[in-house]
């Protein structure tokens, strides 16, 4: 079942349309509204709750997640979204007094999210 909501998932996303500038604004406002407080607006792991988890927020600007990104579109950063490693997420927000509230993520939110990080750890490097 894992294997074939994955499989679903990136395809989905991979058969998506090009981005446009839209689009990009989208995942920045995603990025900058649910993932800044731990890996910061630099994406490397620089936010104020970075180190406040166990184990510590990571550098998502690394060549390994770089390849991961782009061997997998999409499927790392809605499989971190929607099924977050144990509690390590929520607790981490919830033990800081950090209240996100419910989003319902679409396809081409996490595609859109998928495409910013990608162009922001391209200009990183």
């Known amino acids: 079942m894992k294997t074939a909501f994955v499989a679903v998932l990136a395809t989905l996303l991979i058969a998506q349309p090009s981005v446009s500038f839209a689009d990009n604004v989208n995942g920045k406002n995603l990025y900058l509204q649910r993932c800044t407080m731990c890996h910061?607006?630099?994406l490397k792991g620089t936010g104020p709750l970075a180190n406040k988890s166990n184990p510590p927020t990571p550098d998502l600007t690394t060549s390994a997640f770089k390849k991961r990104l782009n061997d997998y579109?999409?499927?790392i950063v809605s499989s971190i979204i929607l099924r977050p490693n144990g509690d390590l997420i929520p607790r981490t927000l919830?033990?800081?007094g950090v209240k996100l509230s419910p989003y319902a993520w679409r396809i081409n939110d996490l595609r859109d999210l998928n495409q910013y990080m990608s162009g922001v750890i391209s200009k990183n490097r």
């Open 94 to 96: 919830q033990e800081n």
């Open 73 to 75: 579109p999409g499927v």
């Open 40 to 42: 910061g607006v630099d």
